[in-house]
């Protein structure tokens, strides 16, 4: 009974997909809060 035999499954796409499935649209929310408040500092 050797530990290898039994490897857990690789979670690596899954952590990926749902740090994109976050930062996606995080990112895009921070861009418009950037863009709006040069426009309303800026006139």
């Known amino acids: ?3 290898s035999d039994s490897s857990p ?3 690596r796409p899954l952590i990926v997909l749902s740090w994109l499935w976050v ?3 995080l990112g895009y929310g921070v861009y ?3 863009r709006k408040a040069t426009q ?3 006139g």
């Open 9 to 11: 499954p690789d979670r």
């Open 40 to 42: 309303l500092f800026t």
């Open 23 to 25: 930062g996606l649209p």
């Open 32 to 34: 418009e809060l950037v």
């Open 1 to 3: 009974m050797s530990s």
